[in-house]
């Protein structure tokens, strides 16, 4: 573990300097003070007085409304912040973004706030401070992320595996043979393991994994727009995708169409958000239960602050049985509006 | 949730019956007082007036030792109590075998002793009790072990993929191609797990991955003497172990056979038991912290008891680096003692 002399010897000054850039004192300028932060996040420092004065930990939002309790973070951060205030804890939630995390190396912004310990909701493989997550000796807990080989850090998420065979074994139960996955591109984690998942549920029930049955796109209601009519076209008569805003898009899509939901087509989200329950038809999902992710969250910080060094909790999930998911249409899908292909080409195996 | 009454309607007795035999009045008969715990554990009954008075926990433990420092249960459930104890729980140490579970449902026995949840070490998939974990509403944490789509039992262990990743990656620096497996069989769960492992290991290193590289066996010392001469006879030069048991009996094995550690094979174990520091030579090993492994037991089932439903946690997995692994033989490995193979006969690739 670096000391504040290991500090002071790299950059050639006293060690009160190196103190006072610490503590944030204001005898010294800016420059300085920002040097020597940065200096104490690459030597490993850890400052154990302002660990004890102040128990502060942050929430790191990208990407995800979370102020009103519709919104998909709202809970996350209640569930989080359930566990951790009633310990002494201060939670600030701060939202971030690409130009943020340019702005200042992660280190240096936790340790300028004096944050011993930071949530992260919503980053992607491409943002900046991903390559950081490698290296750093800051606990922190990454929702739907995996950084590989650093104790320091944590994963927490829904089991997708589990969620996506629920609704393949139920689909299958509807008489369901070629189901089909639209999703976002493979840049982010939590893509790539659904993608996994999928394929996996798919061939545990021994069902035809045919690239054609998959649509990868990153606009939503454009990839809907293409892939909805291509996979039925494909004979596909059930969809899974990898979230409730592109399923609640395919709803739509499908009534502009004429396409019967789930007469024609059963659809299957993953989120359950709430609007789910008052689309027409109402949406099938799976449920993550998004509270018990942000107590997660807060169980695997402890850990890591306790020098446990989980690397990952999976949450389980459960599929909510609603309305837009049927038996297998047998024969006559009646794609009346669907331009591209006419009705009864789609052969049932 | 079942009432007492549901109890006494589907028995066709009193509800103050139902109640001596749930709170152990001794004024009933024997066989009266089992039928009202099973029927307590067949509706999904919870005693919530006895988990007030008393908070009881307990650890079941089949075929591992845990009594010494030593030995490998040790530290587990020391990290358990250190975690519980503090927190108000009493814990019992309950250690079971077959023919125990055969005598008791675990239903039955976790009321009768009025336990709120278990922590469980060493069953396997053969074990009467995991049949009824598929359907028990009692929190359960196992170790090691997995029950799919019951959301009130947990899984924790330590990450046998990033174990096997670490190894690999360490032996592909050191030149190593040809890289075996040694396990037991695949009738338990973490050893399925570490089958996966390995095969994805090989796998991301662009490996060859080769049915006559892996060598699977019910007793440690047969299989090693089965499979060690048959793996270097195939050209292996490093051997990943299951269990650290297993490598250090190849270890004895290799010597008795004049095949030298690590100059004409690198063995790597899994666990990093107290005794691998000590073994001639000293065991590379993927190490699971044991303590680590108990507190995450109870992380799991605090969550569990307070219905956030995890289901699994993985802890992160390091790579010892002792005396066992060296760089791969370069072409004349020796194996002067070896009966089956002649030396110089290892084409390294």
């Known amino acids: 573990m670096a000391t504040i002399n290991d500090i002071a010897v790299k950059l050639g000054i006293s060690k009160s300097t190196v103190s006072k850039g610490l503590n944030n004192a204001r005898d010294i300028s800016e420059e300085m003070r920002k040097k020597i932060l940065e ?21 790191l939002v990208e990407n995800m409304e979370f102020h009103t309790p519709n919104q998909f973070g709202h809970d996350i951060i209640l569930g989080f912040k359930q566990m951790a205030e009633p310990e002494g804890w201060t939670v600030d939630i701060v939202p971030i973004d690409m130009e943020f995390q340019r702005g200042i190396p992660y280190g240096v912004f936790m340790m300028e706030h004096g944050y011993q310990a930071s949530f992260i909701l919503g980053l992607t493989l491409l943002d ?80 035809e994994i045919n690239e054609n049955y998959i649509g990868l796109g990153y606009f939503v209601n454009d ?46 989200g993953f989120d359950d958000l709430p609007m789910t329950a008052h689309t027409l038809p109402s949406l099938t999902t799976i449920r993550q239960d998004r509270a018990a992710i942000g107590k997660c969250g807060f169980y695997a910080l402890s850990s890591l602050l306790n020098e446990v060094a989980i690397g990952s909790i999976l949450l389980r999930a459960t599929l909510i049985i609603r309305d ?24 049932i195996a």
């Not at 669907?338 to 080409?345: E, L, M, N």
Request: net charge positive; aromatic share 8%; proline share 6%.
């Open 128 to 207: 900046p401070w991903m390559n950081e997550f490698r290296t750093s000796r800051i606990p922190a807990v990454l929702y739907d992320n995996y950084v590989k080989g650093n104790p320091t850090i944590a994963s927490v998420g829904c089991d997708s595996q589990e969620g996506f065979e629920l609704a393949v074994r139920y689909l299958v139960s509807l008489g369901h043979k070629k189901i089909g996955l639209i999703s976002g591109p493979l840049e982010s984690y939590i893509l790539k393991a659904r993608y996994n998942a999928y394929i996996n549920a798919m061939e545990k029930y021994g069902l």
């Open 39 to 59: 200096t104490a996040v690459e030597l490993g420092y850890v400052n154990k007085r302002r660990q004890k004065e102040r128990k502060a930990l942050c929430i």
């Open 223 to 268: 990839s809907t727009r293409k892939y909805v009519p291509k996979l039925l076209g494909e004979g596909v008569t059930a969809i899974l995708f990898s979230h409730d805003v592109r399923a609640i898009s395919a709803i739509t899509e499908c009534e502009d169409r004429g396409i019967r939901v789930p007469q024609d087509v059963s659809i299957v």
């Open 324 to 347: 837009s998911t049927g038996p297998a249409p047998s024969g006559m899908p009646g794609l009346s509006g669907s331009g591209s292909v006419s009705p009864g080409c789609f052969p």
